[in-house]
């Protein structure tokens, strides 16, 4: 994929982000976390909905830039209808891909488009502070369904 759609699929995403805003959502079957970057003003508040290992909804709010928000609206893109076992596979793969290591970019989907983002240092936590807060999600559920 070159440059140039990349650059449009960030901005399509910033723009018109999947999932903002947590207006008419029973917050009682989410689970909630927040990941912000102490260096900018990036912050994020994710709730995740997710019901026998599998991720039903995610939605999002906070004040970030293009690059954090159009990944968060990628990430839930990506993740929704997924199993946790999907999820943290996909994760890892992000993950990998934004350090410059070994990743599968069909798991990826469409969140492989920031497989350019660690040519920018100061870029790559902006695009993976969503995803911190998805795997701080995912650690809750684990964690929470093993008490039952």
Known sequence: MNNETKRNIILENYKNPKNRGFKNTDTKEYIKSNTSNESCID??????????????DIRFEGE?????????????DTLINKTIEEANTIYDNFENMVNEKKYDEQILEKASIYNDIAKQ???????????????????????????Y
């Open 43 to 56: 912050e994020i508040n994710l709730m995740a909905k997710i019901k026998n290992n599998k991720i039903e």
């Open 64 to 76: 970030a830039c293009a690059i954090c928000i159009s990944s968060t609206s990628i990430m839930i």
């Open 121 to 147: 240092p100061s870029r790559k936590k902006c695009a993976l502070l969503p995803w911190w807060g998805i795997k701080k999600i995912i650690n809750e559920y684990d964690n929470n369904s093993k008490l």
